[in-house]
């Protein structure tokens, strides 16, 4: 019973587009976050959520919209989707002090 | 803003033949410093979590330290299925700021 599931796992799409990610945790955690992979394989985190309030929103374009209908969804929504926004997207989920469980990563290629 | 340096950049080990990672870190108050592991293609797994300075964790061949600006992940005799990128994180006492502010990362490579 995988403990942070995210979907798709692999993305492609055109330049324009918009696209959604899901993420679900089924450990009971109050906060959840998503992260973006670069190429380099820097990992940065984007938002924050405990128990669906948002309290971590770093410096992301704000064609990037996270939306939590419950503490165990977290999901990511893209539009006018650029070149650039092409990573590995990251759910995580955690419950105490920095111990954070990943989901396995959504590939997001931008053609 | 939190910082966190790691090196080197990428390591080839023989089997057996022990090393260390580096995880350097600026931070403004040190509320701790994680250490995860990465598989290609996979999430990164917690490995440890360090506390304060002097503190020490071991599991299996890994065995992490802190100092006030480092931390060190030593590897023990190391086995091909240790092979894997290897992150360095840190969280500071900014109240209310849950991120884990993560280093780019060495990657390991043990060959057989």
């Known amino acids: 019973d995988t403990a942070v599931s995210q979907t798709p796992k692999y993305l492609v799409t055109q330049m324009g587009n918009d696209k959604s990610i899901k993420c679900e945790q089924n450990l009971g955690h109050d906060t959840m976050y998503w992260y973006k992979q670069d190429s380099k394989k820097f990992l940065k985190i984007m938002f924050s959520?405990?128990?669906?309030?948002?309290?971590i929103n770093e410096t992301v374009p704000n064609r990037f919209s996270p939306k939590s209908p419950d503490k165990a969804h977290l999901n990511l929504h893209i539009n006018s989707l650029e070149l650039g926004d092409s990573a590995v997207y990251f759910c995580?989920?955690?419950?105490?002090?920095?111990?954070?469980?990943f989901g396995q990563g959504t590939r997001l290629t931008v053609v | 803003e939190d910082q966190v340096t790691q090196s080197p950049e990428a390591l080839r080990l023989q089997e057996g033949e022990s090393s260390s990672l580096n995880c350097s870190y600026t931070v403004s108050g040190l509320r701790g410093l994680f250490w995860y592991r990465q598989d290609p293609g996979k999430g990164p797994e917690f490995l440890f979590t360090l506390y304060s300075a002097g503190e020490e964790k071991e599991k299996e061949r890994l065995k992490a330290t802190l100092t006030k600006k480092e931390s060190f992940l030593h590897i023990t005799a190391p086995k091909p299925e240790d092979s894997a990128t290897y992150l360095c994180?840190?969280?500071?006492?900014?109240?209310?700021?849950?991120?884990?502010?993560f280093g780019t990362g060495t990657r390991l490579t043990i060959i057989p």
């Open positions: 995580a989920s955690s419950q105490d002090l920095g111990i954070a469980f």
């Open positions: 959520y405990n128990n669906k309030e948002l309290i």
């Open positions: 994180a840190v969280q500071g006492t900014n109240f209310g700021n849950e991120k884990l502010t």
